[in-house]
């Protein structure tokens, strides 16, 4: 064998992965990332992802199938394509999900993955901004550190929060994240912390640790029913004893479809020889969607007005460069709450991503006056997509379909979304702020007028999982069901959606992953 473990991805989970397992200096690892080296210099400023985002120099810059539930639109879909994966382009907030999120997956079979099977797993890496207790960990690789810039007009919105009657919350991460309060971020001294720079440039000293970028995987080798090693796409064959997929919930499926894994009637259609037969490689898509309502205000500086011109963007770089501080160092969201849609839910169900300023669309120019963005998800959407692979040429993206508001009660959420949101910007601490709803604009309040309105306008928040979830294309050891020496670490091996951002359950995850190999 050429190596002992071959990585595919060198983002979230396989970055730390190849820390991991290559702390073994017995274990021989291969690292292999489709795209280039961390050196771009926008990856590391955290305001910076409104230059990766879509970039092909960071970004695969995937796009879903027209969605039904969207009016047949058609969304642009980032997936990080660069060392650190989604970690490079995100939006930096550390979020671990609810407590029962974990125990719900244990509940449902999955022994070892409750949440206080976890905790050390999610302590392991975490250096926190407050030191280590029971919860937290003070003396790993993970930087969390609390935002460095401050916006008046957010903490108006928390108060409203308040004056409505949800708790304020100093740190999410406790196990109920019910409450509103400032996001912690993987920032360290005012700079995005990748997993690449926590992970995966400690260890690449090691001489047992090999990573090599610009290698798109075509598919995995398989033999005999046992995964041998992988076929890159200029032809070349690399084995190892056993291979990992990290290529998150997009690329994994996608990988494993291509390699022969997959419905074999599907595979057959497209020319591929079935390896395993598995119709639920690439099923039980879900991900987060996110509505935007913007709200104009008065009397309140907010980034659009702060941006609007050639001084203040000077005076915005000057601030960076001299303290790192100010609005290049801000994650796209500061201010967060997580409540509940309604008296009969148990645990919060809404995220908020409160952003002081607003945009017609990502990659637009801000709107000329102040205003603040409440971007509201269902955190447990019902409706499921796919990810299915659509030619046996691995340079082909495979069809991305989420299937959003698909289900009858994902739009009642919505629609209860959109009318706490309302209420929230008539709460007295926004008041003299003078708040006006001008999208979707609060001229549209019929159900239907308002869900077409939500349909224009929302857009994934990024965060698909489940592709290829525990116990339906791997088991609790994260191994690929039917295929020997193979194994998926990533998000997309979540059986069920996490209540939050998914970036730290996937360190978690592959945390866990790891453990269980070198044991």
């Known amino acids: 064998m050429d190596h002992d473990v071959i990585i595919v991805g060198a983002g979230t989970a396989g970055c730390l992965l190849a820390n991991r397992l290559s702390a073994d200096p017995a274990t021989r690892v291969l690292l292999v990332e489709a795209g280039g080296r961390d050196t771009y210099p926008w990856i590391h400023v955290p305001a910076g992802y409104l230059y990766t985002m879509g970039n092909p120099r960071t970004d695969w810059c995937l796009r879903t199938a027209p969605v039904p539930g969207l009016a047949g639109r058609a969304l642009a879909y980032p997936r990080g394509r660069v060392l650190g994966g989604c970690s490079s382009i995100n939006g930096m907030i550390y979020m671990r999900g609810q407590a029962a999120d974990w125990d719900g997956w244990a509940q449902a079979g999955h022994r070892g993955w409750g949440w206080d099977d976890m905790l050390p797993f999610f302590k392991r890496h975490e250096a926190h901004v407050d030191g280590g207790d029971d919860v937290h960990?003070?003396?790993?690789?993970?930087?969390i550190d609390r935002q460095r810039l401050h916006w008046p007009i957010l903490d108006a919105v928390r108060d409203a929060m308040v004056a409505t009657g949800v708790p304020e919350a100093r740190d999410f991460n406790r196990g109920d994240n019910e409450g509103v309060g400032y996001y912690q971020v993987t920032q360290r001294g005012g700079r995005r912390l990748s997993a690449a720079g926590a992970f995966l440039k400690p260890a690449q000293g090691r001489p047992n640790l090999a990573v090599s970028v610009g290698a798109q995987v075509a598919?995995?080798?398989?033999?005999g029913g046992i995964a041998r090693g992988i076929e890159l796409m200029d032809g070349r064959?690399?084995?190892?004893?056993?291979v990992i997929l990290s290529a998150g919930s997009v690329g994994s499926p996608h990988l494993l479809e291509l390699s022969g894994v997959g419905d074999g009637d599907r595979l057959q259609g497209l020319g591929i020889e079935t390896r395993h037969h598995n119709a639920a490689v690439g099923a039980e898509l879900q991900d987060h969607l996110q509505m935007r309502p913007v709200f104009r205000v008065r009397g309140a500086e907010t980034l659009n007005d702060r941006a609007a011109t050639l001084a203040g963007k000077a005076r915005i770089a000057l601030e960076y460069a001299l303290h790192?501080?100010?609005?290049?160092?801000?994650?796209?969201?500061?201010?967060?709450?997580f409540v509940r849609s309604g008296p009969e839910v148990a645990t919060a169900d809404l995220q908020y991503h409160f952003q002081p300023l607003s945009l017609e669309a990502f990659g637009e120019d801000l709107d000329p006056f102040p205003a603040v963005t409440a971007s509201v998800c269902n955190l447990r959407p019902r409706s499921r997509g796919h990810v299915r692979a659509v030619s046996p040429d691995p340079g082909t993206p495979p069809e991305i379909q989420p299937n959003y508001l698909a289900d009858e009660a994902d739009r009642i959420v919505a629609m209860r979304a959109m009318e706490r949101t309302r209420a929230l910007f008539r709460a007295a601490p926004l008041a003299r702020y003078r708040p006006e709803e001008v999208r979707p604009g609060d001229v549209h309040t019929e159900r239907e007028a308002l869900l077409t309105e939500v349909a224009r306008n929302a857009s994934s928040i990024f965060h698909p999982v489940g592709t290829c979830g525990m116990g339906r294309v791997v088991d609790d050891r994260l191994a690929v069901i039917g295929v020997g020496g193979l194994h998926v670490v990533d998000a997309s091996v979540m059986p069920s959606i996490v209540s939050g951002n998914t970036n730290a359950p996937t360190l978690a995850i592959a945390e866990k992953a790891a453990a269980m190999m070198m044991a």
């Open 137 to 143: 960990g003070g003396a790993g690789e993970l930087a």
């Open 237 to 242: 064959r690399i084995t190892a004893a056993r």
């Open 324 to 337: 790192r501080r100010g609005p290049l160092s801000m994650a796209p969201s500061q201010l967060g709450a």
């Open 219 to 223: 598919r995995v080798v398989i033999e």
